[in-house]
């Protein structure tokens, strides 16, 4: 079952791309944005990723956490944030834990992970779940939808 707005995000640990442990619980208290991708060095995923970063300052400036999720491994994700310069967590999620425990559907009869971003608030509550295949949209959705987080 996906998780929709008005949902409290579920806690879940993973590693991040420099294989620190990451728990989400120690992250709630200020606006987070997740948001799932398919594949490392992939043009779309890149184009979104470098999106994120170019607008990274903005994010934090309104107090908010930009944290990225997909299936590739620890390694792909340090190359791929070192590459690209991304400033923000990149979450290993190799078993699709994160995926499934969010619902993230796939698109192209199953065999193309889901790009959704979820915005959550303060509380853990999640205020918007945007979910569009169109990588470059997903940045400017998220801003306006943190630019309201009270």
């Known amino acids: 079952m996906a998780l929709k707005e008005g949902d409290i995000v579920p806690d879940f640990k ?7 442990k990451f728990e989400l619980s120690n992250y709630l208290g200020k606006p987070l944005v997740i948001y799932f991708y398919p594949k490392d060095n992939t043009p779309g995923c890149t184009t979104q990723a470098c999106s994120f970063r170019d607008q990274y300052q903005d ?3 309104l107090g ?24 923000f967590i990149l979450l290993s ?8 425990l969010f619902g993230v559907p796939t698109h192209f009869f199953g065999l193309l ?3 959704v ?6 509380e853990g509550k999640i205020v918007s779940v945007f979910n569009s ?18």
Request: charged content about 35%; glycine content about 6%.
């Open 117 to 122: 971003t979820y915005i959550i608030d303060k």
């Open 93 to 100: 999620d190799e078993r699709k834990k994160i995926r499934n």
């Open 59 to 61: 994010f934090q400036d």
């Open 64 to 87: 908010a956490e930009v944290i990225g999720v997909s299936g590739d491994s620890e390694e792909s994700h340090d190359k791929f944030a070192q590459k690209h310069k991304l400033p």
């Open 14 to 20: 993973a590693k991040t791309q420099s294989g620190e």
């Open 133 to 150: 295949i169109k990588a470059t949209v997903h940045i400017e959705h998220a801003l306006d939808i943190v630019r309201n987080i009270k």
């Open 113 to 115: 992970p889901g790009r």
